[in-house]
């Protein structure tokens, strides 16, 4: 019996995952104001030492090319540009990968902080594990 409830007590001690996977998927860079609370979270989780991936997808994708973040900001009185908040999230520790359809659609002259290129087996496999809480923008 002793040993038994040593073991649940083990159990409900993990209760939070190790991961966290930031999915930009819906965010349109033409409304930039939508951008800034993925990556500010991301810099926060990676401070807080969680694991952190940021994956541009869909129309976000383009985010990931030379040029297009550095023009957004994502409130008029914001001294910070998108790219700056990217960056900022690297620099935390966070990943920043980008799905592989998205070279297609918006071209491979991508922003040196990309860390991977990756498909979408990758991105529901990273989405379905049990160590991982996804936020999708």
Sequence with gaps: MR???TTIT????????????IVLMNT???NPSELGTPFMQASV???MEYDVEILLTGRAGELANIGVAERLRFSADSKKTVYDLMRDAVEAGAKLKICTSNLELWGENLIPE???TVGAAYIISEA????T?????
């Design 128 to 131: 379905m594990d049990d160590d």
């Design 28 to 30: 349109d860079p033409s």
């Design 45 to 47: 989780a990676a401070a």
């Design 3 to 5: 040993g038994e409830i």
């Design 10 to 21: 083990k159990a409900k001690e993990k209760t939070m995952a190790d991961k966290l996977l």
């Design 114 to 116: 990309i860390d991977e």
């Design 133 to 137: 809480v996804t936020f999708t923008y």
